[in-house]
């Protein structure tokens, strides 16, 4: 079957910024000129949403004949995508393929800082700013910038939430090397000059470094069972999310010279993604992914100033299922045998010290999504926080835990959430780590949590007086 290779760009962009990596592929002999395909969408457009990218998508397959009417494939399908490409891609599988990959023409995709899980650059290009610099300047779409596009890419977005819930926390994700071979690079410098105004931590100058992969793992804080008395409950999602994927953070590139970087014969990333492009096995993937993890650790220990992220997304509902718009999350540190649910002006000053200092650590990077307030985002520096509690550890001379405390106001006088059991639900104890469960906290991931509580209502009554015989 032929082999074809199609070229997805990001956000504000098009297919002229991939011309030089068409040719340097034809260069190293992967494909030709009919076989290398762009795709365009215009991601300016105010009114467009990705389901109509994907829709459109779909039908120009068909007609490019790369899927038969039925959507089954006619060629074996390589595809590169660049930032919001990669969010394009993965909604198209899930959408056409997510009940039948055996159909599916893609056997590898190379995400080149794709945006996974969003870019903290996404609401502030639908500011006034932002549409003055990044906008259209065409009459009748002055200044449209994609914003439902954008709204999809915005930190901690219902969009990402429920695409990782479509095509990673599956029981069978299609991105392992005997079906779909996924590699995700990325690099790890800032935008540099005048440009730099909008470098976030933990970036390559646009997207969240930790949020570009996709082995993700989702908890759950249920405190909807009233029974649960002595602590709070807290399990980690059942399914296991996909890890057989290559990832590799490159150094001396961002968000935007990682592309230039394609076609440059002399640097690592053109290098690796002609690997990616040409590893036909299982086995074969999988030393590549052992190369791309050694370039990773390199890469941190040539830039020490630069340290690996953890990013996390919270979703606060009720039990009936609603979204709890307004709520607080506080970390605290404590030593181990430390009662859970003792106020903490009880703890020792240690303990009320080093709790907001953590606190400062693990909330510093937060932002509340402007499309819902039930989503929350918070990113935490991985080497900063292990540092933290060893010295933490060695100052209280006692094994630690993190555990966070939710506040959730009340709605009105007779409408609240049960607060009973918020505090203090224990994230992580030193004492009592499980080695059959992964480590809550590690590097270049995103976690879901879903905050689940109880919402209660004072205005229903079943009673054998009546209203003003209760009175």
Not at 301 to 313: E, G, L, R, V
Not at 390 to 408: G, P
Request: net charge negative.
């Amino acid at each position: 079957m032929q082999e074809y290779t199609l070229i997805i760009h990001g956000w504000s962009d098009c297919s002229d910024s991939f011309v030089q990596l068409k040719e340097f592929l034809i260069d190293q002999r992967i494909g030709n000129v009919d076989s290398i395909l762009y795709a365009d969408f215009e991601s300016r457009e105010d009114s467009i949403t990705f389901n109509d990218v994907i829709d459109g998508f779909n039908d120009a397959l068909k007609t490019r004949q790369l899927i038969d009417r039925d959507g089954k494939k006619l060629v074996n399908l390589n595809v590169i995508v660049h930032s919001t490409g990669g969010l394009v891609i993965r909604h198209w599988l899930w959408r056409y393929y997510g009940d039948r990959p055996q159909d599916c023409p893609v056997q590898r995709i190379i995400m080149l800082a794709p945006a996974n899980y969003g870019s903290p650059l996404a609401h502030r290009g639908k500011s006034f700013l932002g549409r003055l610099v990044r906008g259209r300047w065409r009459v009748g779409d002055l200044f449209e910038v994609g914003t439902r596009l954008l709204d999809g890419l915005e930190l901690a977005s219902p969009y990402q939430w429920e695409l990782a819930h479509r095509d990673v926390l599956v029981d069978q994700p299609v991105y392992r090397p005997d079906l779909i071979q996924l590699t995700i690079l990325i690099g790890l410098e800032d935008y540099a000059g005048i440009r730099g105004w909008v470098n976030k931590p933990g970036t390559d100058g646009a997207v969240v470094i930790a949020g570009t992969g996709v082995d993700t793992i989702k908890i759950v804080l249920d405190f909807t069972v009233r029974e649960h008395v002595s602590s709070a409950p807290f399990d980690w999602q059942a399914i296991a999310p996909p890890k057989e994927f290559a990832f590799g953070v490159m150094k001396d590139v961002n968000h935007g010279t990682i592309v230039d970087a394609t076609w440059d014969a002399e640097s690592p990333v053109s290098q690796f993604l002609v690997n990616a492009l040409t590893t036909r096995n299982v086995s074969d993937f999988r030393a590549f992914q052992q190369t791309l993890k050694v370039q990773t650790e390199l890469a941190y220990d040539d830039n020490p100033k630069d340290s690996p992220y953890q990013q996390f997304i919270v979703h606060g509902i009720d039990d009936q299922g609603a979204d709890v718009l307004d709520f607080t999350l506080e970390f605290a540190l404590s030593r181990s045998e430390t009662n859970p649910f003792l106020p903490k002006r009880l703890w020792s000053e240690e303990e009320q010290d080093l709790s907001q200092n953590v606190h400062r650590i693990i909330a510093d990077e937060f932002h509340t999504c402007g499309q819902n307030a039930s989503y929350r985002r918070f990113l935490v520096n991985i080497n900063q926080l292990k540092s933290f509690l060893r010295q933490a550890s060695d100052r209280l001379n006692s094994t630690i835990k993190i555990s966070v405390e939710i506040f959730i106001p009340a709605i009105e006088r007779g409408i609240r959430y049960d607060a009973k059991n918020l505090r203090n639900a224990i994230l992580f104890d030193s004492a009592q780590e499980n080695p059959n469960l992964p480590s809550f906290f590690y590097e270049n991931t995103t976690t879901l949590i879903e905050l689940r509580v109880n919402r209660l209502n004072e205005y229903v009554h079943i009673d054998p007086l009546s209203k003003r015989q209760r009175r």
